[in-house]
């Protein structure tokens, strides 16, 4: 399968601050990524489908002036955690996802702690 | 109603034991049908897919989909400790499209 990569894998941040993770697929490009969220043992939420070259498309719910995506190139998406507060403490997983066929390549997931 | 239902957990079976995974869903548009599996703190890995109904088997791992009932499965011979994961299944309806996933079923195989 694709090698899908995430940056940070583990981020620490203080209430009130920004936070941004990357996430940039090796081997082949997408035009559409999609942005998961997973809290403890509950399953991962799509919460915004990002596409190349436009805005994203965020999911009921989602505040998309707090959760910024940037989906700067074909191979590389950002998510901008904006003022960060103690729930947004999560799992943050993306997906990149091949219009051929079913598969969804995602990256490992980057843990974000806000004390 | 959520979109697909799955069954928590926490599971624990012996070494060696059968283990079944099952989902439910609501929405009849679905076509692809995928088993992941997801280590503590890791991304999923996929496991197994299935286009449509029936069955499909890898090693000691088999799909099963049954349209009808919206039903699926995941079926695990000669369980191994190393087969401890959280299981989640996942669903589109096209290529390319978003995924609806379940809420993972925990496992653990005891040796």
């Known amino acids: 399968g694709a090698v899908v990569s995430q940056h940070p894998s583990w981020v620490i941040c203080k209430s009130g601050t920004s936070v941004k993770i990357e996430c940039r697929s090796l081997?082949?490009?997408?035009?559409?990524m999609f942005w998961y969220r997973q809290f403890p043992k509950q399953s991962l939420m799509l919460m915004a489908t990002?596409?190349?070259?436009?805005?994203?498309?965020?999911e009921q719910g989602v505040e998309k002036d707090k959760f910024l995506i940037n989906h700067a190139s074909l191979t590389l998406s950002t998510l901008t955690v904006t003022s960060a507060h103690p729930e947004d403490s999560s799992f943050y997983i993306c997906?990149?996802?091949?219009?051929?066929?079913?598969?969804?390549?995602f990256g490992p997931g980057t843990r974000l702690t806000v004390t | 109603q959520k979109e697909v239902e799955q069954d928590p957990g926490p599971l624990s079976v012996p070494e060696g034991a059968i283990v079944s995974l099952n989902c439910t869903y609501s929405?009849?548009?679905?076509?692809?049908f995928m088993w992941y599996r997801q280590y503590s703190r890791k991304g999923p890995e996929l496991l197994m897919y299935?286009?449509?109904?029936g069955n499909k088997e890898d090693g000691r791992f088999t799909a099963q989909v049954d349209k009808s009932s919206k039903y699926i499965s995941l079926f695990i011979r000669d369980s191994q400790p190393s087969d401890s994961a959280t299981y989640l299944c996942?669903?589109?309806?096209?290529?390319?499209?978003?995924?609806?996933f379940g809420t993972g079923t925990s496992l653990t195989v005891i040796p």
């Open positions: 996942a669903m589109s309806q096209i290529t390319g499209n978003q995924f609806y």
């Open positions: 990002s596409n190349e070259g436009s805005k994203a498309t965020y």
């Open positions: 997906g990149f996802p091949r219009s051929d066929s079913y598969e969804q390549y």
């Open positions: 299935t286009y449509s109904s």
């Open positions: 929405n009849s548009a679905f076509q692809y």
């Open positions: 081997d082949f490009q997408a035009t559409t």
